[in-house]
């Protein structure tokens, strides 16, 4: 929770470092591959922290949310005695009892992370600048991996199935997908076939490991009827949680906890649990039953210790001896770049000048 109580104004950062680095390799690259050296058709990851805590932003971006509506969470703090089991759960992780958590450290936070997603807009507008500016056609696809609480309900950061820790955004621009915004619940695990479907490439050979589908259908106008997944086995769990979204229906499902069950249409900020409601017993038999279809909860705790403890062997075994990680390593010729004496000048500068001239 230091990340709520520090957060504020700072020009670098180790995070706002590593995003810097992130753009500028990329855009670096956007100009190579505009240089046109290798024919092939190509695709890009650029993958920043931003927003993320801590909650730190430069003061040019601190400053555009001074007057800012919304840095009061819309669910104030839920009492510890009334939070749901796996939330519980998240506030003991978070050490909560040794923060003292001010209304003023709460808008403090919010604010840096809306100014942090000015931040990303900045960096991703300079990325597709030098798309326009080369002249390169692509497809773009924006996604995050998670959200935040934001202190909703009292919570912070991610590892929950609620809306502002799991809802995140999915947005694509391509030829032949018409502009417009799309409320049909979808799932990250649909952006490999997606992008495949978009690229024209059969998966069969890797199917079923693609456990998604594409959305160029649903882009079009047709139906997605499927539920979308979620599961979660990770800081703050003793057991795996899973999910389904189905329509207006929010269903997770825990072998230590109660049933969920809530109705985002009728109660968006999910305070009232329906899993005990008989008046729901149909919808909730009918989604536990899509759950249990899916998920053997009991083989996949199994599972998940069973990759803990394999991976608690190897990180012992690579800090014995002389340890060196496997992290990526980027490797960089320096005699290759930019200019050298064993280069040619004339080559040099019209192999690597775009728009290359007369």
Known sequence: MGSVTGAGVAEITNQLEYDDEVEYHAGRKLYDLARGHDPRPWCLTVSFTHPHDPYVARRKYWDL???????????????YAEQDPHSKRLLDSCDRDKFDIT?????????????????????IGELLDILERTRQEAVILFVSDHGDMLGERGMWFKMSFFEGSARVPLMIAAPGLKAGRI??????????????DLAGIS???????????????????EERTTPVAMEYAAEGSYAPLVGLRYGKWKYTRCALDPDQLFDLEADPQELRNLAGDPAHKGTLDQLRAKSEARWDLAAFDAEVRQSQARRWVVYEALRNGSYYPWDYQPLQQASERYMRNHMNLDTLEGNQRFPRGE
């Open 65 to 79: 949310y001074a007057d800012c509506a919304h840095l009061d969470p819309e669910v104030p703090p839920i009492p």
């Open 103 to 123: 209304d003023e450290d709460v808008r403090r936070s919010r604010r840096a992370y809306f100014a942090n997603i000015s931040y990303i807009d900045d960096k």
């Open 183 to 196: 409320d049909t619940p979808v799932s990250t695990l649909d952006v490999t076939p997606t992008l495949a």
């Open 203 to 221: 998966l069969d050979e890797v199917l079923p490991w693609t456990d998604g589908e594409s959305l160029v259908g649903l882009a079009k106008g």
